[in-house]
């Protein structure tokens, strides 16, 4: 084989990746995509309520070589630290690790450090550790919004208009979906939307409305 | 790099035939003169010679005169005279050009180019097996258009056109009928003769030919502005050297193809389609199983990504292709597969296998084997699946 793009060790993390899999009762849970490529990345993490330390972590990949190795480097990089210490843990540190990717490939790699600060922040939202509770508006909202997937196109469904008309109000967001019900992804964008948004501390409800057909 | 490498992308380019080197050696080496008229000296009168016999070599391939067809540097360059170089001639009242939107690049950027100068451009939508609706096509020509260029076969899903239609409608409307037939010719019959092509695009690097030479056959009569300025090489239509021993090699190449081996190419192709279907759950075939180039397979491995496929498959020495976007320099996902009416997914997980002469049923087997494995693998670590 040729000299390749990627270090020995990308190389390395991409043939035997550490700590793949699904952790079913997982603390602290999220699912990333990437607009720009169509990558997609999960991150599980399980929390030791009182040290507040990852005991385990785990990740699925569904991308490129540096997905792949840098899902893997993070988890080995976050396992055993505390939530507030891998919350430091940033693009730079895991390309470090790895000996350097390139630089095309950021956004697939940057891909699994947001997985794991959102996995993080999806714990801490569920145990009500959340310590600056901003109001939600209608731009955290959207930028929730805009690590979901628009299927048809790989871009997020905000950027391509597929989720319009967003309001907060009184603890419950509306938005439409340009969608009919009965579509094929329909199902799949209503969980991928009630994932992002469920957990932020003053909602109570999300009113999802579709095209009528 | 190992011998028991497995090349499938062929359709990107192949390995030479050492046959054709040979034939190409003695214009290297002994008749490496320019080509001269019969007034310039013997060398340059011989290496002429050898420029002639390929010409009409090619020329009677397609039924074509030898005085149709312009060498030139590639197909892609090929492509280009023919688009901008007819454009250029187009009266005002008829520039209006009609493509597709899954024809290879050097067509696509050519009309997006001309769109740019203030050609009107129609790109025809495809159907999801990759064809040109005929009668879309009809009614997209007007009293304005004076180029239609659809291609013979697509280079990543191997969809082949009805040509013998689209050519005629075109003559009906006195429209000018281009074809990239870059991932035909040799492979199916094409006939000028008979078929009423104005422009055709032909390249020696995906034949077993040399890199650095391909042609135009241009019919008679057919006015096209020259696109470099120099000498009056091409009948004043190319300027610049001829590539007198890519020219031989080209022909050699295109002498050495036979049936035989088309319908190898076929063998193969089938049985690794089928072979995939029947053994690799939650897969797509892109592009439609009857009416296919020879040597063109592509399948779409669902919840995996392609750049890993194809980096796993070379550590284990097969070369194959993918449409991911995040396989390309651009990070654009497949314009072919999207012009299908394919979502990224579908894009993000195909993989091109491409036949040539060197492939044997053998590898047919291993590769099956191989990409069976590695999808099985990322699978295992994709959050995506049936049962996921």
């Keep these: 084989m040729a000299d390749l793009p990627y270090t020995e060790k990308v190389i390395e ?44 972590i785990k990740f699925e990949s569904y991308g490129c070589a540096s ?32 000996g350097g990717l390139p630089k095309m490939k950021t956004h697939c790699s940057v891909l699994a450090v947001e997985g794991l600060q959102a996995a993080i922040a999806d714990y801490e939202e569920k145990h009500g550790l959340v310590k600056e509770q901003k109001p939600t508006t209608k731009e955290i909202v959207e930028k929730r919004l805009r690590h979901v997937m628009n299927p048809m196109t790989g871009l997020d469904v905000v950027r391509t208009d597929l989720i319009n008309d967003i309001k907060v109000k009184d603890g419950v967001i509306s938005l439409k979906v340009d969608l009919v019900e009965d579509h094929q992804f329909a199902n799949a964008i209503k969980e991928d939307i009630m994932e992002k948004l469920e957990h932020l501390w003053d909602i109570e409800e999300i009113s999802i409305e579709f095209k009528d057909s | 790099m190992k011998d028991e490498t497995v090349y499938l992308d062929n359709s990107s380019s192949t390995k030479m035939d050492e046959r054709v080197l040979e034939a190409m050696r003695p214009y290297l080496f002994e008749k490496y003169a320019v080509a001269s008229s019969e007034f310039g000296y013997s060398l340059g009168i011989k290496a002429k010679e050898g420029l002639e016999d390929a010409r009409s070599t090619i020329a009677d391939k397609i039924g074509a005169d030898a005085e149709e067809i312009i060498f030139t540097s590639c197909g892609t360059e090929a492509s280009n005279l023919a688009l901008k170089g007819v454009a250029k001639k187009l009266s005002e009242d008829k520039d209006h050009i009609i493509t597709s939107k899954i024809e290879d690049f050097p067509v696509l950027k050519s009309a997006q180019s001309l769109e740019k100068e203030g050609y009107e451009v129609t790109f025809l939508e495809v159907d999801d097996e990759g064809f040109v609706d005929v009668d879309e096509l009809e009614k997209a020509i007007d009293e304005k258009t004076g180029l239609v260029s659809i291609q013979h076969g697509n280079q990543e899903i191997g969809t082949v056109q009805d040509i013998e239609e689209i050519s005629k409608i075109c003559d009906q409307n006195d429209v000018l009928f281009h074809t990239d037939a870059t991932h035909t010719f040799t492979k199916l019959p094409i006939d000028v003769s008979k078929t009423p092509i104005d422009l055709l695009t032909l390249s020696a690097h995906t034949i077993h030919g040399p890199k650095g030479i391909g042609a135009l056959y241009v019919k008679d009569g057919t006015d096209l502005e020259k696109l470099m300025d120099g000498g009056f090489q091409e009948n004043n239509r190319r300027a610049g050297v001829e590539n007198i021993p890519g020219a031989v090699g080209f022909a050699k190449a ?58 796993h498959m070379d550590m284990r020495g097969f070369s194959v292709s993918t449409g991911s976007a995040c396989f390309s320099k651009s990070l654009e996902a497949s314009h072919v597969i999207l012009g299908i009416g394919g979502d990224h997914e579908r894009a993000h997980g195909s993989v091109r296998f491409s036949f040539g002469r060197y492939n044997t049923m053998e590898d047919v087997d291993r590769t099956v084997e191989a990409i069976s494995e590695v999808v099985e693998r990322l699978r295992e670590i994709s959050p995506l699946g049936k049962d996921k």
């Design chain 1, 13 to 56: 993390y991409f043939k035997n990746p550490k700590n793949v899999g699904k952790i079913e009762d997982a603390d602290g849970k999220a699912k990333e995509g990437s607009p720009a490529c169509g990558d997609m990345v999960s991150v599980y993490i399980k929390v030791d309520e009182e040290t507040k330390e990852i005991t385990d």
């Design chain 2, 254 to 311: 295109v002498e050495l193809v036979t049936e035989e081996e088309n319908e190898r190419l076929k063998e193969m192709r089938d049985a690794l389609i089928k072979k995939i279907k029947d053994e690799i759950p939650d897969t797509t075939l892109n592009g439609p199983a009857k009416d296919r180039t020879p040597q063109n397979a592509n399948i779409t491995f669902h919840y995996v990504e392609g750049e890993s496929i194809t980096l």
């Design chain 1, 67 to 98: 997905n792949i190795a840098t899902g893997s480097i993070i988890t080995e990089m976050a396992k055993g630290k505390t939530i507030d210490e891998a919350k430091k843990i940033t693009w730079n540190d895991a390309a470090e690790e790895l």
